[in-house]
């Protein structure tokens, strides 16, 4: 096990071994080692364990350490480094020195070393910094400390083929030419047979008298164990020493059997580990090649609204943004303004159908003290906090027709006029306008001012339904399994979110709410599902059957057969809530696009209260 070795106070030979990842050099008695004598600071210097690498390196600039002679303030330690802290000299040992075969209990310390050894090396890989190539260099340090052994090797198989992927000597430093110094027959024997393997002197076995590999290197012990898991050769361990014959016992081979065994594991876990890092990044890269800012989509429609976004963002023009509720409008706003010469100052959003229509008209514009009743102060409107910047007015189409009119003069004069105030103030605000609804045909039916609708559409940018952009659908929908999955504490295959009934219901789903019902479709899958990949059952999209609008749709299967009259009820409440929420609990709209007064949506609320 690594060490430190240094003289005491009383002239004692002390040892203390690095068992943690920090370890603390100085004279306070809050350090690991602590150290009397002068010119120590109260923390002089540390060594931190990294996989395969410990590093001196000192806690300031006014404590070094020396190294033959020399100055330093850090350095990677080797076996059998010498270094001195103050008067007193430290030496550094990468193993503990080999344990007398005469003692009866060296089997037992042989085995408890090694399950040592294995603690330190899982704690390693359990810390997420930690590369494959760091654990694999600890790997063979702690089997060639373990061992006895002058050199180790880890040799990766893939099908007939090998390779060295470790190649580590006694001093913990890389060895040069490690094929070189390989036995090929032995490993070939071992890979087959997958059973572990004892040399006791191979210059001189039967076995190898025909191996050229085994007479040029004339090697002595040998000790080699395949690395299998659940059935899977990964490869092995080789260690071996030329200068020693019989060096390797049978008590040996047993210990490093469990140890390989378990090291299998570690490097298998690693292995996909790094594999899933790969995935990850692979995701990304796919997922940043099909998007525009946050908006995320390849199809030609979505492609032509990006080009459309990228002409208009640069200018002052007013931008009317069409599309169904939750098309991502609110999106498109935020892209034309980040991608503007306002991108600095504020983009301020208003949703004009959330607001009283008492109260629309101070919050566009702001008040003055005294204005109204309730208005106890002054306050600044949305179009001055949006000066110098944007302002985003969704659902612009619920302006009541008294109030186009004050929006129009803003439009046409940049000015704002507050409610109980005489005079106007000038504003520099670039206006991006949304709704869901047919402006033009509410121009025709009187419920919406032309001139205003000309004002604001200068340019138009129309979102297609998510129902109309094929492939996108599996698109977002992966990106909202990436992004909930952690927080819901999903365990869903990244690279294959989906498995075939949940990617067909997706892409045959209609989608009436868009993407923000995609949204909650995916949320609530990764809540209840059970498996690795989530279904159609999981999104709650079983059953297909024709959309009203021509394409087909998934919905539930009905828990058991009721009367019409019943069952029309059922869907006709179901159906008022869905609007409701897609309308984010609006009910005037909500009455409005179903086109009966509200006080139905007013009676169904109160229905819905009393459940």
């Known amino acids: 096990m690594p060490h430190l070795q240094y003289t005491g106070p009383d002239g004692a030979t002390l040892r203390f071994k690095l068992l943690r990842r920090l370890t603390s050099i100085g004279s ?82 042989v085995q408890i070393e090694a399950m040592r050894q294995l603690q330190r090396f899982s704690e390693l890989l359990l810390r997420d910094e930690s590369s494959l190539d760091g654990l694999l260099n600890e790997l063979i340090d702690q089997v060639v400390a373990l061992t006895s052994a002058s050199k180790g090797f880890l040799v990766l198989a893939e099908g007939d083929k090998y390779e060295v992927r470790v190649a580590r000597g006694l001093d913990r430093q890389p060895v040069d030419d490690p094929e070189q110094l390989l036995s090929d027959k032995i490993i070939r024997e071992v890979i087959t047979s997958r059973e572990p393997q004892i040399i006791s002197d191979a210059y001189h076995d039967m076995r190898f008298q025909n191996s050229m590999s085994v007479i040029n290197l004339k090697l002595s012990s040998v000790m080699c164990v395949p690395l299998i898991v659940r059935g899977e050769l990964l490869g092995l361990i080789y260690v071996g020493n030329n200068s ?41 890269k ?98 001055q906090a949006a000066e110098k910047g944007t302002i985003f007015l969704d659902e612009v189409g619920e302006l009541p027709l008294q109030l186009q009119v004050k929006f129009l003069r803003v439009l046409q004069e940049r000015q704002v006029q507050r409610v109980g105030e005489t005079k106007s103030t000038p504003i520099d605000v670039r206006v991006v306008a949304a709704t869901n609804r047919d402006l033009a045909k509410d121009v025709a039916a009187g419920r919406f001012r032309e001139d205003l609708y000309h004002r604001l559409n200068v340019i138009d940018i129309h979102l297609p339904p998510l129902r109309e952009r094929g492939q996108d659908v599996a698109l977002i929908a992966r990106y909202f399994v990436t992004r909930y999955a952690r927080e819901y504490g999903a365990k869903i295959d990244a690279a294959h979110p989906f498995d075939p009934s949940g990617e067909r219901a997706l892409l045959r789903f209609n989608w009436p ?77 909500t009455a409005r696009d179903l086109g009966v007064d509200p006080r139905t949506i007013f009676r169904h609320l109160e229905k819905e209260d009393k459940k």
Not at 249 to 270: C, D, G, H, M, P
């Open 28 to 109: 306070s008695r809050e350090c690991d080692v602590v150290l009397a004598g002068p010119d120590i600071a109260p923390t002089h210097c540390t060594i931190e364990h990294e996989a395969g690498n410990f590093k001196l390196e000192s806690a300031s600039r006014s404590a070094p350490f020396f190294i033959a002679g020399k100055k330093l303030r850090e350095h990677n330690l080797r076996h059998g480094d010498v270094f001195v802290v103050g008067p007193i000299e430290l030496s550094f040992a990468a193993i503990d020195p080999p344990i007398a075969s005469s003692d009866p209990e060296s089997a037992a310390k």
């Open 244 to 284: 020693v014959v019989n060096l390797f016992k049978q008590s040996q081979l047993e210990t490093l059997r469990v140890y390989a065994t378990q090291a299998a594991l570690f490097i298998k876990n690693a292995k996909l580990l790094n594999e899933l890092r790969s995935d990850a990044v692979g995701l990304q």
């Open 286 to 383: 796919r997922l940043d090649d099909v998007k525009f800012g946050q908006i995320i989509g390849s199809c030609p429609q979505m492609i032509e609204v990006y080009k459309r976004v990228e002409k208009v963002a640069g200018t002052d023009i007013s931008v009317l943004v069409t599309g169904e509720t939750g098309t991502g409008k609110e999106l498109i706003a935020q892209e034309i303004h980040s991608r503007s010469p306002r991108s600095k100052g504020p983009l301020v959003t208003v949703n004009c159908g959330a607001i009283p229509e008492n109260l629309i008209e101070s919050e566009l514009f702001g008040h003055v003290k005294g204005a109204f009743t309730g208005a106890v102060g002054n306050q600044l409107g949305k179009f």
């Open 513 to 589: 709410g868009n993407i923000r019902q995609l949204e909650n479709h995916v949320k609530k899958a990764l809540v209840l599902a059970d498996g690795p990949a989530l279904t159609a059952r999981d999104l709650d999209l079983e059953i297909d059957m024709p959309g009203s609008a021509g394409a087909p749709i998934a919905i539930a299967a009905p828990e058991q057969i009721l009367p019409l009259t019943e069952a029309r009820e059922l869907w006709q409440r179901d159906y008022i809530n869905h609007v409701l929420a897609l309308n984010a609990g609006n009910r005037t709209k």
